[in-house]
Structure formats: structure tokens, C-alpha cells
């Protein structure tokens, strides 16, 4: 199946500082799905996008869904040091199958 | 209401050995997924389970099978372990009809 595309790998910050992990693919998406994993931990669903152009906010979090259904965001504003994971898109197939993106690190600069 | 539920959470192995982790679903159900994170990236798919029927399966060979009993859990198995299979094992269960996924804490498998 398609693969997902996710960047950054990595991307450090200051505590208070924004962040942001952008997901592609070359094809048109049904919906997209995110997650966040603490380190050491197991992937937590955050939210699911469906609709073209859709915007979703939770708290301090922003997803949005592209225009084209071929790309998505997750953006944090002023990161806390409980926001420290990887994040990761993963899109879901008519199987109902996961195909996760590589994931970005979110790493909080001491 | 029990989220998912793993065992063992950790485990060593010797090459060539076998495995079976385990995995309790979510309560209500009845879609369990299996996933194999190695270390540093994302989880990939090895197969799904609806009502005890695999109905799907990645790119994994088939010495990972699977299993799924009448009350929804389910087991993996692997047979032959070689080095490469060392990772977190993940195991998500769904609800009928519904995307998202609830995932067990993992099992993380080293083979020595």
C-alpha cells in the first residue's frame, strides 16, 4: 500500500517554543489518523481527519487536513515538557489496516 | 470498562526458539490488530483478526501466525526467531465499525 511520508525525524525545542510535524502522500487519503507515543510507552490515538480542509484543535494542538486529502498537520503551540513523544500519522486502508508515517520526535531542549 | 492488555511485557529469547505473546482486547471489541515496532521507528503491520478469521496480513512471513478465541483475545506466534525479530510488539483492538485503534502497553521481545 501507499506509504505515508512524515517530517521532521526530529525536530528540538525550547520549552514554550511551537512545533510542528507535517505528513504527505502521494495519493489521495480516505482519512488520516494521529498518534503520540511516549517514550518508552504505546501509541495513544489522538484524533482522526476525514473531511477535506478540516481543522481540529484540542487544548494547545491543531490538526488540519489538506485540501487535496494528500496532506496533514499537527502543530503544538508553546510545548510543555509533557508534550515529549513522537508523534505519527498513520492513514487508514480499506482493510482497515494502519500505514504509519516514520514519526517525529519531539525533543525539548533543557 | 478494561483497555488492552499485553503479557509478557518483557522477554528474551534465544535465535531459533519460538514465541507466543498475548493480547485481551479491549471490552466490546472484536478487532485485534498486531504490530512490530522496532526501535527508533513506526510501528508496521503483521495481520488482523475479525471473529477469530485473519482479514489481512502485511508484509511479514509466515512464520508469524496468529490466532484469535471466541472472547476476542488473541495471540501471536513466532517460530524460528532470528535477531531481526527483536522489537515492541504492539496489539490494538478496535470496535465494530469504528478507525481508531486502542493499543496494549507491548511486549518487548529480544532475541539473543
Known amino acids: 500500500g501507499q506509504q505515508v511520508m512524515q517530517i521532521p525525524q526530529y525536530q528540538h525545542v525550547q520549552e514554550g517554543e511551537d512545533f510542528t510535524t507535517y505528513c504527505n502522500s502521494s495519493?489521495?487519503?480516505?482519512?488520516i489518523q494521529w498518534y503520540k507515543q511516549r517514550p518508552g510507552g504505546h501509541p495513544v490515538f489522538l484524533i482522526q481527519l476525514v473531511k477535506s480542509g478540516e481543522v481540529k484543535k484540542q487544548k494547545r494542538l491543531t490538526f488540519q487536513f489538506g485540501e487535496a486529502k494528500k496532506n496533514s498537520s499537527l502543530h503544538i503551540t508553546a510545548t510543555q515538557t509533557t508534550d515529549v513523544g513522537t508523534y505519527f500519522c498513520a492513514r487508514v486502508d480499506s482493510n482497515y489496516q494502519l500505514i504509519w508515517g516514520a514519526g517525529t520526535k519531539l525533543i525539548i531542549k533543557p | 470498562e478494561t483497555g488492552v492488555t499485553q503479557s509478557p511485557t518483557h522477554l528474551i529469547k534465544t535465535r531459533g526458539q519460538q514465541v507466543t505473546l498475548r493480547c485481551s482486547s479491549q471490552s466490546g471489541h472484536n478487532t485485534v490488530s498486531w504490530y512490530q515496532q522496532a526501535l527508533g521507528q513506526g510501528p508496521q503491520f503483521i495481520f488482523q483478526y475479525y471473529r477469530e478469521e485473519e482479514n489481512g496480513r502485511g508484509n511479514f512471513p509466515p512464520r508469524f501466525s496468529g490466532l484469535q478465541f471466541p472472547n476476542y483475545s488473541s495471540e501471536l506466534n513466532v517460530n524460528a526467531l532470528e535477531l531481526d525479530d527483536s522489537a515492541l510488539y504492539l496489539c490494538?483492538?478496535?470496535?465494530?465499525?469504528?478507525?481508531?485503534?486502542?493499543f496494549g502497553q507491548g511486549t518487548r521481545l529480544t532475541v539473543v
Open positions: 495519493t489521495t487519503l480516505s482519512n
Open positions: 490494538a483492538s478496535r470496535g465494530q465499525g469504528r478507525t481508531e485503534a486502542f
